[in-house]
């Protein structure tokens, strides 16, 4: 079955860097593109973009692109989001999702990213 | 791209019928069959139980159901039960290669 577990919760202090994993299981992880998600405390879901596992190539959303880098280790089937210069807004649950149409049906837990001095 | 404009709440007796609407343009909603739904619990992730306009994955109750007229997609949970309290996201594929969501719609059983 189809499994993505996501790296655990982090702290962080403004303009430091956090890089969270997703590594999937229970498919071949380059038939799927990866998604991210961001949802913010109380607030709803953002899309923030998509890496294409087969050859690499990242779409960022609108208000995703400069410190927000997703990138792949296909080798142990793992996607990453990095972000850097983290500020305070960046606090929130983000999420991996693969897609292989045009729907996002399975789901990492979330790991929680919380930016505070 | 803007987010999909959704209620932010809709309430219903158990056993009752509700639907709520996710508004979008021609760029995205009304530009293609690629509206899904997704279900969220407090603290879990979230849950396909719409896609394509109108499909149900497996395992997902017939008590939901989508549809679209336009530039706007419909869910209605048919037999509410207790259960169904979460929120409730639309997205749409759009025309710039891109998802979006809509804003969620905040779903209570009295």
């Known amino acids: 079955q189809v499994q993505l577990v996501q790296s655990g919760s982090e702290l962080k202090k403004p303009g430091a860097s956090v890089k969270v994993s997703c590594k999937a299981s229970g498919y071949t992880f380059t038939s799927k593109g990866m998604n991210w998600v961001r949802q913010a405390p109380g607030q709803g879901l953002e899309w923030m973009g998509w890496i294409n596992t087969d050859t690499g190539n990242p779409t960022y959303a609108q208000g995703f692109t400069g410190r927000f880098v997703f990138s792949l280790d296909t080798s142990v089937s793992t996607a990453y989001l990095q972000i850097s210069s983290l500020k305070t807004e960046d606090t929130a649950v983000y999420y991996c999702?693969?897609?292989?149409?045009?729907?996002?049906?399975?789901w990492g837990q979330g790991t929680l990213v919380i930016v505070s001095s | 791209q803007s987010a999909l404009t959704q209620p932010a709440s809709v309430s219903g007796s158990p056993g009752q019928s509700i639907t709520m609407s996710c508004t979008g343009t021609?760029?995205?909603?009304?530009?293609?069959?690629?509206v899904c739904w997704y279900q969220q619990h407090p603290g879990k992730a979230p849950k396909l139980i719409i896609y394509e306009v109108s499909n149900r994955p497996s395992g997902v109750s017939n008590r939901f159901s989508g549809s679209k007229s336009g530039n706007t997609a419909s869910l209605t949970i048919s037999g509410l039960q207790a259960e169904d309290e979460a929120d409730y996201y639309c997205n749409s594929y759009t025309n710039s290669n891109t998802w979006v969501f809509g804003g969620g719609t905040k779903v209570t059983v009295l």
């Open positions: 999702a693969p897609s292989a149409d045009y729907y996002f049906d399975y």
């Open positions: 021609s760029s995205d909603v009304g530009g293609y069959n690629y």
